[in-house]
């Protein structure tokens, strides 16, 4: 998996991915609060890739997210975006995924449903950073009620307290997962 791994990340073009923080901060200047962000991790082997026409302003929503699952050994490209067309965030392992995260809701059931609204217009996927203190059985309840109300979210990523969680519909529904 690791050499797999490397393969990939050399494939990308220079021409079309920064594969480096330092060549991205001129054009992605919000980078530069994520040193290292972008490139292959030698000891995880996961790495992160980020598209020159990829969205700026979502760059600092979107890396804490990407980190976490480089750190696991995935392989995450910040794909290229359109400004007048619904487009994904990223691609991690070859899966599009919209990334939310919610980091001051004073109610986290409301905003856990208004991401799921969000990303069902974009994506079946959802990568969903919960950056904020809450209850887990409160975040579980949440996360229940919208996959109930937003059916078209079939699989979810979950980061939460350091945590990663892979959940299809029916863990989703259950609440069949720890967290």
Same mark, same amino acid.
């Given at each position: 998996?690791?050499?797999? %791994?490397?393969? @990939?990340?050399?494939?990308?073009?220079?021409?079309?991915?920064?594969?480096? %923080?330092?060549?991205?901060?001129?054009?992605?200047?919000?980078?530069?609060?994520?040193?290292?962000?972008?490139?292959?991790?030698?000891?995880?082997?996961?790495?992160?890739?980020?598209?020159?026409?990829?969205?700026?302003s979502?760059?600092?929503?979107? #890396?804490?997210?990407? %980190?976490? &699952?480089?750190? &696991?050994?995935?392989? *995450?490209?910040?794909?290229?975006?359109?400004?007048?067309?619904?487009?994904?965030?990223?691609?991690? %392992?070859?899966? &599009?995924?919209?990334? @939310?995260?919610?980091?001051? +809701?004073?109610?986290?059931?409301? +905003?856990?449903?208004?991401?799921?609204?969000?990303c069902?217009? !974009?994506?079946?996927?959802?990568?969903?950073h /919960?950056?904020? !203190? *809450?209850?887990?059985?409160n975040?579980?309840?949440? /996360?229940?009620?919208a996959?109930?109300?937003?059916?078209? /979210? !079939?699989?979810?990523?979950? /980061?939460?307290?350091?945590?990663? *969680?892979?959940?299809?519909? *029916?863990?989703?529904?259950?609440?069949?997962?720890? #967290?």
């Open positions: 998996m690791s050499q797999q %791994n490397r393969d @990939k990340f050399d494939s990308y073009s220079e021409g079309s991915y920064f594969k480096t %923080n330092e060549k991205a901060e001129k054009h992605f200047p919000s980078i530069l609060k994520f040193p290292k962000a972008l490139g292959f991790d030698e000891k995880n082997h996961g790495f992160i890739v980020l598209h020159k026409k990829h969205q700026a979502g760059i600092e929503q979107e #890396i804490p997210a990407c %980190n976490c &699952l480089k750190m &696991l050994g995935c392989r *995450v490209e910040l794909v290229q975006e359109y400004a007048f067309k619904p487009s994904v965030d990223v691609a991690v %392992n070859d899966c &599009l995924f919209e990334i @939310k995260r919610i980091s001051k +809701a004073l109610d986290v059931t409301n +905003a856990v449903m208004v991401q799921f609204k969000r069902e217009k !974009k994506s079946p996927n959802l990568i969903l /919960i950056d904020q !203190k *809450v209850e887990p059985a975040l579980k309840r949440a /996360i229940r009620k996959s109930e109300r937003y059916d078209k /979210i !079939k699989e979810m990523i979950l /980061i939460f307290r350091k945590t990663v *969680v892979e959940l299809d519909k *029916v863990k989703m529904q259950k609440g069949d997962y720890y #967290i």
